[in-house]
């Protein structure tokens, strides 16, 4: 079995910061790509960033220069630091992951949310 937990969800003003944090544990031989995907009321899920285990990057262009992404690969933890937030960034806040458990599978991995409210 493999859990994705994430943390570091909650509300904040226009413009502050927020820091969110996903461990995944259990079973685990490796982990390709981590990422973070929001979905606001009434929206499809987006992708909002991703980190391969070397390090490239890649972002949504509406959280370009805002938000970075940053994983620890010794913890099995991937990170989305939060600057800059708006109001239209409030969602629930997904955390991904492409695992390779110990029996050699292949799975993509889902943590349950965490909500981010931005107000203004």
């Known amino acids: 079995q493999v859990q994705l937990v994430e943390s570091g969800g909650g509300l904040v003003q226009a413009g502050g910061s927020l820091r969110l944090s996903c461990a995944a544990s259990g079973s685990i031989f490796s982990i390709n790509r981590m990422g973070w995907y929001r979905q606001a009321p009434g929206k499809q899920r987006e992708l909002v960033a991703t980190?391969?285990?070397?390090?490239?990057?890649n972002y949504a262009d509406t959280v370009k220069g805002r938000f970075t992404i940053s994983r620890d690969n010794a913890k099995n933890t991937v990170y989305l630091q939060m600057n800059s937030l708006k109001p239209e960034d409030t969602a629930v806040y997904y955390c991904?992951?492409?695992?390779?458990?110990?029996?050699?599978?292949?799975?993509?991995?889902w943590g349950r949310g965490t909500q981010v409210t931005v107000s203004s």
């Open positions: 991904n992951a492409d695992i390779i458990n110990t029996a050699r599978s292949y799975y993509d991995y």
């Open positions: 980190i391969t285990s070397g390090g490239s990057t």
